[in-house]
């Protein structure tokens, strides 16, 4: 697609304008120089082109202030050809990155004649081995014409013994250093001198107010510590160095200086410094338990244990199952072990190496403690809950989480309290659950003196759909209502979001350590006197209900739990999994949460699943935040081509944030990420303020206005097109994006989607009125002939014992096991009119087990709820074929009617 100057030019202050935007506006000015190279353009075009990308240009390394002058310099000089084979050699070495390996690609001239030490990398291109390339942001108060000599000091220091190679990138402001923070996703370290000004030399409108946004929620002392600060809360992962010139001593010990990981007096040696950069990127880059498995394939090891794949010999020697062995290849096999010694660490009681790896996943996660989990972010959930709950505890389930919470309740023996998400009755999806209905349910426990008994809370963050809670409010609420609740959030899919700036204060961890900080504030008391002096000291329910609640920041007890399938957004083999713990009571928890490793952590754990974990935590603190920033980027690329689409859009689309999050919950006024006057600071308020978000890597594609299910529609994308898709519903196809894909994947997608809009459009075209009508019966069908959700309707008085009357929570554990006894149970199937006569005459039919169809995949019934007439009708309506928890042939499995009455027991006798 051509871009010669007929596009609005991208501004860096574009939301999410990032990597690829970069390849863009490079390619763009190829095709500027070739084009005033042929007639067909000017200098004059080439040259504005150039001097509007300079000043982001100027926050990366490559091409960097040498490169970019000698580009200037040879326009300037009437050099057509030679401006555009130079433009050109960047724009391959900035989309192959192969400058970070090739002394040439520094050099302006192609021949190599001009390299002098002073532009040069010097040991680029010269090592034997692989050293991996990062860049430095120094903030300097020294003048810009002095940076090219500063650059060329640092590059003296590096010494070929190095396990890494970095370039320095120089900015002048507190405004630039928060720049090239949000737009350089090379950066490992940053170097703060003292003396510089706030303010960019250039111009940033929109960025402008949200550094001053973000430096008014850091002014902390000094522009220095300001600025170490900011950073930390862009870029957690960064090392920050701090070289000042007066009282080194009293800074180094002031608590605000603890974002920095070490202060350097300025005037010392420079060498000090490049070792402590190298040595804090080596300390990201140690893979513990990696390394040492490496190792441990390496020896010549005898096994007489009872993993005879190990080593590999009973493969490679088979004539029968040696392909398996070239396939995977012997390192796999090597690497192989049941060995929880001798190099290697136990899962189950880690002492050594996996403990280490586990500890520097916790720093990554922003958590205390972490667990690793190789069997899924379902054993993690159940893990959890069996560790924080015990029997009779309640916990307030959405009743749409993922079935692992369930199960975890039926394993613990707590009581569910659910509440419901909102629903999105038109495409056959939740949203998620309003804040309101869970302080409701609180204050009904409290209305009835049982709010000692509820002890968690747990939600799912994102929902499979993007649905992002404002964790933060949710957690404070709840906590103004309890202050020693437990939240369990699900991150599954949500690990990766640590890694952005604007959903990190979304996911667990980022809001408990906002709330941290929040607790330490001594302003927090009076923030919360205040507000107890408004709601009077009996506030009613409506008020509590419709108030912010600020919780007493001397009684909350900070108490956060998350899981993540490190496997569903980040490198992890599959079933990685990570339990990330903030909780100041871990101590009162941590032998209940042995016990839950030791019932759900298999004794034979994968060698290869941990070494992933630990692996991919490596990738995310060194180059998560570029990567997260792509799938972000790929993401937004193709909701915007099928909007744009001439031809896809007549039966396709994306759901926006404003069709997907109802308006009562984005007050911020944010409509859609595509909306063209959504900027960083739109999105940063909206994730800020609103009820609920959308993450946008999440993408509901309609297809039922192209007259597929999506059932049909996910068989149709991988059988033909090979397009592997995530979940589906009645009438749309989920689309996620993440760290792995590329702007080729975004192509592939959209010319599948064109050729299938062409199919749809000709079949439309040439099959005349019968063809059309049908067509429209079946769009009409998939998109407003959608059945009701049903809610949950209520556990059976038989598990509901020793339940209030205002909430819905049930002994789930004994309807679970009621299932056990054959007897007392009975089969009705569907489409029989007993289920009817029933619904209308009773006796109630309960459900003796979990029904889950897929899609939608959550539970319809649970053990022991009253089947409803809503249920059945959604039951029925339904058109998939896996229903887990249901036999068509056999039906409904219930819980008998006299088997219950056993179990309420006698009615109460009557007063006389
Ligand atoms: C919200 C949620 N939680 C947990 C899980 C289970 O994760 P895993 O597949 O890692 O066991 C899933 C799986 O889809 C999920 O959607």
Known sequence: MSQRGDRAPVRIDQFFAGLGARGDQWRNLVELAEAWCDGSGSRASF??????ITPTEEFHAYPGLHLLTALRDQAAANEARATATLVRRITRALLTRSFRQHATDWDAHEDGEAATADVLPPSLGRSEAHQPYFEVLVVTGAPAARWLALAAEWRRLRRSQDAFIYEPVFVGSFEDAFCAAILNPDLAAAIIHEGFPFRSRRDAPILRPLAEAVRKRERVGGMPLDLAQTLKRVRPELDLYLLANGDVEALAGSPEARALRRVFYAVEELLELHLAILEGVQDRYDTPFF???????????????????ARGKSVFKSDWIRDMGEFYGPTLFLAESSATTGGLDSLLEPTGNIKKAQEMAARAFGADHVFFVTNGTSTSNKMAVQALLAPGDIAIVDRNCHKSHHYGMVLSGAQPLYVEAFPMTEYSMYGAVPLRTIKQALLNLKAEGR???AKMVDLTNCTFDGHIYNTRRVMEECLAIKPDLIFLWDEAWFGFARFSPFLRPRTAMGAAS???????????????????????????TELLLSTRLIPDPRKVKLRVYQTNSTHKSMSALRQGSMLLVKDVEFHSVEAQFHEAVFTHASTSPNQQLIASLDVARRQMELEGYGLVHNAIEVALAIRQAVKEHPLISKYFHVLGADQMVPGEYRHSGFTDYLDPKSNWAVVRRSMHEDEFCLDPTRMTLVCGTAGFDGTQFKGLLANRYNVQLNKTSRNSVLLQSNINNTRSDVAHLIRVLVEISMEIDQRLAQGGANVRSAFNARVKSLMTDVPDLPNFSHFHAAFRKDAGKRTNEGDIRSGFYAAYDAEGCEYIRLADPEIDRRLKHGPDLVSANFVIPYPPGFPIMVPGQVITQETIDFMRKLDVKEIHGYDAAEGLKLVRADALAKRVGPAPKRAA
Do not use: C, M
Request: hydrophobic share 35%.
């Open 47 to 52: 040259e504005a082109a150039l001097a509007e």
């Open 291 to 309: 390394d040492n498995l490496k190792k441990y394939a390496q020896r010549p090891i005898g096994t007489f244990h009872a993993l005879p794949i």
């Open 451 to 453: 709010l000692q008994r």
């Open 514 to 540: 906002d709330i941290e900080t929040w607790i330490k504030d001594p302003r927090s008391v009076a923030e919360y006197e205040k507000q107890q002096a408004e709601l009077g000291a009996k506030p009613s």
